[in-house]
């Protein structure tokens, strides 16, 4: 479904703040297509690649032949004892945390190039949505996401 013209400057100026702000110049002048859905099923959550390609040192071509680790991969790799990277950990923990007590808003942007999807901003919160549902064995789902489509 497109986004009416209110929700889509809502997200940009969101976005300005964000590492992926590069995208809001395309979505600004049409280059992009903002779209809006809902993920439904925790396996597809899981098998999405995200923006990690290096956790702590640890290297996603390196160890999965793959140039981004998808969001089911994260955790595991965030608790691996050679990984170093205990701030994404924490923050990924944080949102749980925040996913329980039911405080937790989540804006997901993904990037589709007409060939992938790969979760742009929002991956730690997607992490620890998966991560939660998956504890308590919850495939069906309703996780509300932003998908940014080159024209």
Request: one cysteine or more; aromatic letters at 10%; charged letters at 30%.
């Amino acid at each position: 479904m497109t986004c009416g013209i209110q929700e889509k400057q809502n997200l940009i100026r969101y976005l300005e703040n964000t590492p992926i702000s590069g995208l809001v110049n395309g979505l600004r002048s049409g280059v992009f297509v903002l779209k809006k859905g809902n993920i439904i099923s925790l396996e597809y959550l899981g098998s999405l690649k995200t923006e990690y390609g290096d956790l702590g040192g640890i290297i996603s071509r390196e160890i999965i032949k793959r140039s981004k680790f998808l969001v089911s991969e994260v955790m595991a790799i965030l608790k691996r004892p050679d990984c170093s990277d205990e701030k994404s950990l924490d923050s990924i923990e944080f949102f749980i945390k925040k996913n329980e007590a039911e405080e937790c808003e989540y804006i997901i942007s993904i990037f589709h190039d007409k060939t992938d999807y790969i979760i742009k901003d929002g991956n730690k919160r997607a992490v620890a949505f998966y991560e939660k549902r998956k504890a308590i064995n919850k495939d069906n789902i309703t996780f509300p996401i932003y998908i940014i489509e080159s024209g």
